[in-house]
C-alpha cells in the first residue's frame, strides 16, 4: 500500500506522522507542565502562610522585648514603641487567617490564637504596663516588676499561643511534604513522558526515513541498472516496475521507449538486410548483362517494389535473350523478324510502364521509411526530455533535503543554548547553597552567643531573668533559621538534581540529532550520485539521437535516389515509345524490303 502512493502523499504522510507525535506529545507536557504550576503555586501558598506565622511569632516577641525593656527603664519611648507594636498584631493575625482561609483546621486554630493572643494582651501585658505605669520612676521599679507573679503567668500564656504556632507550622509543613512528593511525581511522570515521545519520535524519524529512502532509491537504482544494460549493447534490458508512483510511471515509460526502440531496429535491420540482398542479386544479373553475357538467371521474387522490378527485368532480360537469338538465327528472314520486333517493342513499351509504376512504388516505401525514422527520432528527443526532468526533480529533492540539513542544525544549535542556561542555572543553585552554608554558620554562631546570655543571665539571678527569656527566644530563632536553612538546602539539592537530569536529557536528545543530521546529509549524497548517473544517460541519448537522425538522412538520400530512379524509369518509357516508331518504319522499310527480295529466289 504505501509503495503505490505517490513521492508527495509519501512526503507528506511521513512528516505528518512526525508532527502529530510531536503534537501529541507536546500536549501531555503542556498539561503536566500546567499540573506541576499548579503543584508549585500550593508550595508558595504554604511557605507564605509559615512565613506569616514566623511573622507573628516575630510581632509577639517584639511585643515581648518593648514591654520588658519598659519594665526595666520605664521610658516612655519604650511605653509607645509597646503599643505600635501591639497595634500591628491584628494586622498580622488577619493576613494569616486570609492566607489559611482554605484550610478548615487551620481557621479554626488561628481563631483559637486570635482568643488567646486577645486574652494575653488584656491581662498580662496592659497589666503589667498598667502595673510599671504606676510605679513610674520608683527606686527598684525593676526588681519589683521581676518579683511579680503575672510575669511567670505571661510566660505560660505566650507559650501556649507559641504551642498552637508551631501546631499550625508542622500542619503547613506536613502539606509541604505531601505536595512536595506530588510535584516530584509529576516531574517523573513529565520525564518518563518526555523521555518515551522522544523515542518514540526518533524511532518514526529513522522508519519513515528508511522506508522513504527505500521507496525512493529501490526504483531509482533499478532504472539505472536497466538503463546500463542498454548502454552496454544489452537491448532486451528491462527495468522492474516495483511502485505505482511517479517512478513507477517512469519506469513503464522507458520500458516502453525501450522496446519501441528495439522493435524498430529489429525491422529496419530486418528491411534492410532483404532489401541489400535483392538489390545485391539484381544489381549482379544487371552487371553481367552490361558486359554483354545475358545468361544470368535472375532469382529475386516476391509482390514487393524490388520482386515487381525483379519480375519485370527477368522477362526483359528474357526478351532480350528471345530477340539476339531470332536475329542471329533468322538475320536473312527480315521482314517476320521486323513484325516481331515491333510485337516486342510494344511489350518493352508496357515494361517500361509497369517500371515506372513500380519505381513510384518503391518510392512511397521509401517516403514511409523515412516518416518512420522521423518519428523513431522525435520518441529519442521524448526520451531524453523525460532524462532532462528527471534529473531536475533529483535536484530539487536535493536542494529540500539540504533545508531539511539546515533546520536541523538550527535544533542543535537551540538545544546547546537550552543546555548552557541550564548550566547556568545549576550554577547560581550553587552559589545560592553557599550563602545557605553562611547562614547556617551565622546561625550556629548566634545559638552560641544565645547560650552564652543565658549562661550570663543564671549567673545574675533574678536581675537576669528578662533577658534570659530574650536569649531563649533568641535560640529559639536561631533553631527555626538552621532548619529552614537545611529544607531550603535540601530542595536546592532536588533542584541541581533534576538541572542535571535535565542537561543529561538534552545532551541525549542533541546527540540524536546530530545523528540525525548525518543520515539526511548521507540521503543527500546518494540523491547527488544518483543526479550524477541520470545526468550520464543525456549524453547517451544524444548519441542515439545522433544516429537516428543520421537513418533519417539517409532515408532522405535513399528517398531523392529512388526520385532519380523514378525520372531515369520515365526517360526509358519516352525512349522505348521512341523505339516502338522506329520499330514501326523498320517494320515498314522490312515490308519494303520483304517485297524487294521476294523477287528473289533463295536456294534451300
Known amino acids: 500500500m504505501y509503495k503505490d502512493l505517490s513521492i508527495k502523499s509519501k512526503l507528506y504522510l511521513s512528516f505528518g506522522a512526525i508532527l502529530a507525535i510531536i503534537l501529541v506529545l507536546l500536549s501531555i507536557a503542556y498539561n503536566r507542565f500546567n499540573s506541576l504550576s499548579e503543584a508549585n503555586g500550593w508550595d508558595r501558598h504554604t511557605m507564605e502562610v509559615i512565613q506569616s506565622v514566623d511573622q507573628m511569632r516575630n510581632d509577639l516577641l517584639q511585643v515581648q522585648v518593648e514591654a520588658r525593656g519598659y519594665y526595666l527603664t520605664g521610658a516612655a519611648k519604650r511605653y509607645e514603641q509597646t503599643q505600635k507594636e501591639l497595634t500591628d498584631l491584628p494586622g498580622s493575625l488577619q493576613a494569616l487567617q486570609k492566607l489559611t482561609a482554605d484550610n478548615p483546621n487551620q481557621v479554626a486554630r488561628f481563631k483559637a490564637v486570635e482568643g488567646m493572643i486577645a486574652k494575653w494582651i488584656k491581662e498580662v501585658i496592659e497589666a503589667q504596663l498598667a502595673e510599671r505605669h504606676e510605679l513610674g520612676d520608683k527606686p527598684g521599679a525593676a526588681d519589683i516588676m521581676g518579683h511579680t507573679g503575672s510575669l511567670s503567668n505571661g510566660n505560660v500564656a505566650i507559650t501556649d499561643i507559641y504551642k498552637t504556632l508551631d501546631q499550625a507550622t508542622a500542619e503547613e509543613r506536613t502539606l509541604l511534604a505531601?505536595?512536595?512528593?506530588?510535584?516530584?511525581?509529576?516531574?517523573?511522570?513529565?520525564?518518563?513522558?518526555?523521555?518515551?515521545?522522544?523515542?518514540?519520535?526518533?524511532?518514526?524519524?529513522?522508519?519513515?526515513?528508511?522506508?522513504?529512502?527505500?521507496?525512493?532509491?529501490?526504483?531509482?537504482?533499478?532504472?539505472?541498472?536497466?538503463?546500463?544494460?542498454?548502454?552496454?549493447?544489452?537491448?532486451?534490458a528491462r527495468a522492474a516496475v516495483l511502485s505505482a508512483d511517479e517512478l513507477g510511471l517512469v519506469t513503464k515509460e522507458f520500458n516502453r521507449m525501450a522496446q519501441s526502440i528495439q522493435d524498430n531496429q529489429a525491422n529496419e535491420l530486418a528491411a534492410t538486410n532483404l532489401l541489400k540482398s535483392k538489390v545485391d542479386s539484381l544489381l549482379g544479373v544487371v552487371s553481367k548483362a552490361a558486359a554483354g553475357d545475358l545468361t544470368g538467371k535472375i532469382e529475386v521474387a516476391g509482390s514487393d517494389a524490388i520482386g515487381q522490378l525483379a519480375h519485370g527485368l527477368d522477362r526483359m532480360f528474357e526478351n532480350l535473350r528471345a530477340l539476339l537469338n531470332n536475329v542471329q538465327k533468322a538475320g536473312?528472314?527480315?521482314?517476320?523478324?521486323?513484325?516481331?520486333?515491333?510485337?516486342?517493342?510494344?511489350?518493352?513499351?508496357?515494361?517500361?510502364?509497369?517500371?515506372?509504376?513500380?519505381?513510384?512504388?518503391?518510392?512511397?516505401?521509401?517516403?514511409?521509411?523515412?516518416?518512420?525514422?522521423?518519428?523513431?527520432?522525435?520518441?529519442?528527443?521524448?526520451?531524453?526530455?523525460?532524462?532532462?526532468?528527471?534529473?531536475?526533480?533529483?535536484?530539487?529533492?536535493?536542494?529540500?533535503?539540504?533545508?531539511?540539513?539546515?533546520t536541523m542544525q538550527h535544533m542543535v544549535s537551540a538545544t546547546d543554548s537550552i543546555n548552557a542556561k541550564l548550566a547556568a542555572l545549576s550554577e547560581k543553585a550553587s552559589n545560592i547553597n553557599s550563602v545557605l552554608i553562611t547562614i547556617t554558620k551565622v546561625a550556629d554562631q548566634t545559638n552560641i552567643l544565645s547560650l552564652n546570655a543565658a549562661i550570663e543571665a543564671e549567673k545574675a539571678g533574678e536581675a537576669g531573668r528578662g533577658f534570659s527569656v530574650v536569649a531563649t527566644e533568641i535560640r529559639r530563632l536561631a533553631d527555626q533559621t538552621s532548619v529552614s536553612t537545611w529544607d531550603i538546602e535540601q530542595m536546592l539539592k532536588e533542584m541541581q538534581s533534576a538541572v542535571s537530569a535535565s542537561v543529561m536529557g538534552m545532551d541525549k536528545f542533541s546527540e540524536e540529532i546530530r545523528r540525525s543530521v548525518g543520515e539526511v546529509r548521507q540521503v543527500t549524497d546518494q540523491l547527488s550520485g544518483v543526479m550524477d548517473q541520470v545526468q550520464k544517460l543525456a549524453p547517451q541519448f544524444d548519441a542515439v539521437l545522433q544516429g537516428m537522425q543520421s537513418q533519417a538522412v539517409g532515408a532522405q538520400q535513399i528517398s531523392e535516389t529512388m526520385m532519380q530512379l523514378n525520372d531515369a524509369t520515365q526517360q526509358t518509357v519516352e525512349s522505348l515509345k521512341a523505339t516502338s516508331e522506329a520499330v514501326h518504319q523498320l517494320q515498314y522499310a522490312a515490308g519494303d524490303l520483304q517485297t524487294s527480295v521476294a523477287n528473289f529466289a533463295v536456294a534451300a
Not at 205 to 229: D, F, K, M
Not at 354 to 360: D, G, L, M
Open 332 to 406: 536473312i528472314q527480315v521482314t517476320t523478324s521486323a513484325t516481331e520486333i515491333a510485337a516486342s517493342a510494344r511489350q518493352q513499351e508496357a515494361t517500361g510502364i509497369e517500371q515506372a509504376q513500380t519505381s513510384v512504388e518503391i518510392l512511397s516505401t521509401t517516403k514511409e521509411i523515412s516518416a518512420n525514422t522521423s518519428q523513431l527520432l522525435k520518441t529519442m528527443e521524448d526520451a531524453t526530455a523525460v532524462a532532462d526532468y528527471t534529473t531536475s526533480a533529483t535536484a530539487d529533492a536535493q536542494t529540500n533535503l539540504r533545508r531539511m540539513d539546515s
Open 178 to 236: 505531601q505536595r512536595s512528593e506530588a510535584s516530584n511525581r509529576l516531574q517523573e511522570t513529565m520525564r518518563l513522558v518526555l523521555s518515551a515521545g522522544g523515542l518514540a519520535c526518533v524511532v518514526l524519524s529513522a522508519t519513515i526515513a528508511w522506508l522513504l529512502g527505500r521507496s525512493l532509491l529501490t526504483p531509482l537504482n533499478n532504472l539505472t541498472h536497466a538503463v546500463g544494460r542498454i548502454a552496454a549493447g544489452e537491448q532486451s
